[in-house]
């Protein structure tokens, strides 16, 4: 069941669209969702397809066809690595070598405290400034140095 507070900000987001084109909503409601949870469930989708009146594949399909949305949990702070041409051109293998080793995961996988989860992520349109990651779909960091990762993980580990 959806939270009132998802709900709400769901019917907000549908005052942006016409009446007959409720379905224009799922990219916000998968964003609201995760949100609040952490990740979207099957469950959150079947909630979701019913609130908007869509099928529940179709939102099924949105979800996992953009690589923001977690289909599992994946720890309080969700780190995701381009690794499309340009950052790959740009040394990606390397960062992604020093980032595993410095938060002792590989990719697709959550710290044992829950603390960071690695993904793999598709290009972020900021390929002047590979290679790059993003924080929980928020923040984007580039031009990523083992100096960088350092700092970035420094300020993620006070909050």
Same mark, same amino acid.
């Given at each position: 069941m959806l939270s009132a507070h998802i709900q709400d900000q769901i ?5 942006? #669209?016409? !009446? *007959? ?6 990219? %916000? ?11 979207? %469930?099957? *469950?959150? =989708?079947?909630?979701?397809? !019913? ?8 939102? #099924? ?6 690589? =923001?949305?977690? $289909? ?7 780190l995701t690595v381009c690794t499309n041409l340009s950052c790959t $051109? ?7 070598? #020093?980032?595993? %080793?410095?938060? &002792?995961?590989?990719?697709?996988? !959550?710290?044992?405290? &829950?603390?960071? &989860? ?5 290009? =972020? ?7 790059i990651l993003s924080i929980n779909n928020k923040k984007l960091c ?7 990762? *350092? ?7 006070? %909050?």
């Amino acid at each position: 069941m959806l939270s009132a507070h998802i709900q709400d900000q769901i019917n907000r987001e549908l005052k942006k #669209y016409p !009446v *007959d084109q409720r379905q224009s909503a799922v990219m %916000s409601a998968l964003r609201f969702v995760q949100d609040e949870k952490g990740w979207v %469930s099957t *469950d959150d =989708m079947a909630d979701i397809a !019913v609130f908007l009146g869509m099928p529940q594949m179709a939102v #099924y399909e949105v979800a996992s066809f953009y690589h =923001m949305y977690n $289909l599992k949990p994946m720890g309080k702070t969700t780190l995701t690595v381009c690794t499309n041409l340009s950052c790959t $051109l740009c040394g990606v293998e390397d960062t992604l070598a #020093y980032l595993k %080793s410095k938060i &002792g995961i590989g990719l697709g996988e !959550v710290t044992a405290d &829950g603390k960071y &989860g690695l993904r793999e992520g598709e290009c =972020m349109g900021a390929c002047k400034d590979a290679p790059i990651l993003s924080i929980n779909n928020k923040k984007l960091c580039g031009r990523l140095t083992p100096a960088k990762i *350092d700092c970035i993980l420094a300020e993620l580990d006070k %909050s």
